[in-house]
């Protein structure tokens, strides 16, 4: 009996806890998440308008709603950095960051992809009717499958987060800022040189397969490192400044591509890393181990043999 007044008594706590309101939160991490959020909109309203120019030089709709996805990357980096050096880190926070970035590395990279695939069908005049369908279904469905995995991805991290900012040292994951990365700079480099280099279309239609790609990206255990805290952060080589000043060289001189590479390159080498470990140098040491097994059985066969040989020398002798 008083262990049920005990369990009674708990549960009322923590319904009371429950209902406590939220009194205090950290304004200016708060406030860039919801700029996160807000730039990530603004990408949707962009990418809406279609493939027309905008009133800024050559720069298109296109164009623009992927600079406002990466203008929402730069919120996303800051709000974490300043709410842990501040010692202000909350679930408010935690809860406030997933839902921006569900909207701005979700929502917004997804529909921009499948504006963008629209207007090229278009485009095409003379396209089959069936082929078109097929083509606009299996659009949607890359962009749902991103942004399910995108979903999956945020409220997997809001479970597994440390606050502590030692536990922040890789990602369990792609990333959904890197895997939105990825698509949105393939559509700028694809905006900003098109008329130069039509053959770039090739990037726009193999989008759809590159989206699913990530998702699955996003939604594996693979592990991505933390590019701040693991090399730039500390005292690092000296070999490390040369890197960087090389890569911001890069960014200065072409901006498109830059954005590409380091995306495309950052998305593909825990992939690649992870392949080799797992596949090709697994399937290296079991052929190994079992031409090692082969060969203790081959000498343990001609050791019998030799001793047999001379158990038969002794009977004869």
Excluded at 107 to 114: I, N, S, Y
Excluded at 184 to 210: C, D, G, K, M, R
Excluded at 256 to 262: E, R, T
Aim: proline share 3%; glycine share 6%; with cysteine.
């Amino acid at each position: 009996m008083a262990r049920l007044k005990t369990e009674s008594a708990k549960k009322r706590l923590l319904r009371r806890v429950r209902r406590q309101r939220l009194k205090y939160i950290a304004i200016l991490p708060s406030l860039i998440t919801i700029l996160n959020g807000v730039c990530g909109f603004a990408a949707i309203v962009f990418a809406g308008k279609g493939g027309e120019k905008l009133g800024l030089g050559q720069l298109s709709y296109f164009a623009m709603s992927g600079y406002m996805i990466l203008l929402a990357m730069i919120a996303d980096m800051l709000d974490g950095r300043l709410a842990r050096m501040h010692q202000s880190t909350s679930s408010f926070g935690g809860q406030l960051d997933s839902l921006c970035d569900i909207i701005s590395f979700g929502v917004a990279p997804a529909f921009l992809m499948l504006k963008v695939l629209e207007y090229k069908l278009a485009g095409f005049a003379g396209l089959n009717p069936v082929t078109e369908t097929f083509l606009q279904r299996f659009i949607w469905l890359a962009a749902a499958g991103y942004i399910s995995c995108a979903a999956i991805r945020l409220a997997r991290f809001n479970v597994e987060n440390e606050e502590d900012e030692s536990a922040h040292m890789s990602f369990v994951g792609l990333p959904t800022p890197a895997a939105a990365g990825v698509i949105v700079s393939l559509i700028i480099l694809h905006q900003e040189t098109l008329e130069t280099l039509p053959s770039l279309n090739v990037i726009i239609y193999a989008l759809p397969f590159l989206a699913l790609g990530v998702a699955v990206l996003m939604v594996s255990r693979i592990r991505y490192p933390h590019i701040l805290n693991q090399y730039l952060k500390g005292r690092k080589p000296f070999a490390y400044l040369i890197r960087v000043l090389l890569l911001l060289a890069f960014v200065i001189w072409n901006i498109p591509a830059a954005l590409v590479l380091i995306f495309c390159g950052f998305a593909a080498s825990s992939f690649v890393k992870w392949f080799y470990y797992k596949v090709i140098r697994n399937k290296h040491n079991l052929v190994s181990s079992a031409h090692s097994a082969l060969t203790r059985v081959d000498k343990g066969q001609i050791a019998d043999h030799g001793s047999t040989e001379l158990a038969e020398v002794d009977d004869i002798a």
